[in-house]
C-alpha cells in the first residue's frame, strides 16, 4: 500500500463556488480524520469516521462544510459557498486500531 | 480546552544535535507524537510515546516525556541538512481527535 493519498492536490476556486475533495486511506484504516491546516498554523480536527459512521465533528465545521464516508473507504469532505477564509491546506489522516494516524499530502485550497 | 506550546524556531550547525521542546496542557493524554512536515507537504509520522513512557529511542531520535511537567521533547541526533523541516509535537486525549501545536521550523546551518 502507497500510504494516504488526496485529490486534488491543488484547487483554486471563486469565491461562493463548492467544491469537493476526496480521500483515500491506507486499505486495512477503519479510521479516517479531516484536518485543516492554516499557514504558520498546526493542523485543526475537523472531523473523525470510524468505517462509514461520522463519529465527532469539530465546532470549526461550520454548516457549510459536509463529509461523507460512504462504503467505510474513501471519504469527500465538500465546502459549499466557499470563502476566502477556506483558503487553507485540507489534510486526510487515516489509522488502525493502533490509532496512529498517517497523513495523505493534502489538498491545498485557494479561494479568490 | 487542549493546548500544545511549542517553540517557533530552532537554529542549529549540522552534526549537532536538536532539541525540539513542547508542553501539554490536557492530563488524560494517551499518546503523544511527533511530525514532520516539508514545504509543501504532508505530515510524517517520526515517532510516537505512550503516555506511560519516560524515554522512547528510535535511531537518531531520542523522545523524553515528563508527564509531571507535562513536557515533551524530541532530540534529534548528528543533525543533517535533510532534517530541516518543521516539526509538530501532538497530543491525543481520550477521544480520537488529536491536537497539534504551531509547529517548531527547525534549520540546520552546513
Known amino acids: 500500500d502507497t500510504g494516504v493519498s488526496q485529490d486534488p492536490r491543488h484547487k483554486i476556486t471563486k469565491r461562493g463556488q463548492n467544491v469537493t475533495f476526496r480521500c483515500d486511506p491506507i486499505?486495512?484504516?477503519?479510521?479516517l480524520y479531516w484536518y485543516r491546516q492554516t499557514l504558520g498554523q498546526g493542523p485543526e480536527f475537523l472531523t473523525y469516521?470510524?468505517?462509514?459512521?461520522?463519529?465527532?465533528k469539530s465546532r470549526l465545521l461550520s454548516d457549510r462544510f459536509s463529509a461523507e464516508r460512504p462504503k467505510g473507504s474513501f471519504s469527500t469532505l465538500e465546502i459549499q459557498r466557499t470563502e476566502q477564509g477556506d483558503s487553507a491546506m485540507y489534510l486526510c489522516a487515516s489509522s488502525a486500531i493502533t490509532d496512529t494516524q498517517y497523513f495523505g499530502p493534502g489538498t491545498r485550497l485557494t479561494v479568490l | 480546552g487542549e493546548d500544545v506550546e511549542q517553540s517557533l524556531f530552532l537554529s542549529v550547525r549540522e552534526g549537532d544535535s536538536s532539541v525540539i521542546n513542547c508542553t501539554y496542557t490536557?492530563?488524560?493524554?494517551?499518546?503523544l507524537y511527533w511530525y514532520k512536515q516539508e514545504p509543501g507537504a504532508g505530515l510524517q509520522l517520526l515517532t510516537y510515546?505512550?503516555?506511560?513512557?519516560d524515554m522512547k529511542q528510535d535511531q537518531r531520535l531520542t523522545v523524553l516525556l515528563n508527564k509531571n511537567d507535562k513536557h515533551l521533547s524530541l532530540r534529534i541526533a548528528d543533525t543533517q541538512t535533510g532534517d530541516s523541516a518543521i516539526y509538530f509535537c501532538a497530543e491525543r486525549g481520550g477521544y480520537q481527535k488529536v491536537t497539534f501545536g504551531t509547529g517548531t521550523k527547525l534549520q540546520v546551518i552546513p
Open positions: 469516521f470510524q468505517n462509514e459512521a461520522q463519529l465527532e
Open positions: 486499505s486495512e484504516h477503519n479510521r
Open positions: 490536557d492530563s488524560s493524554s494517551t499518546y
Open positions: 510515546i505512550f503516555s506511560n513512557m
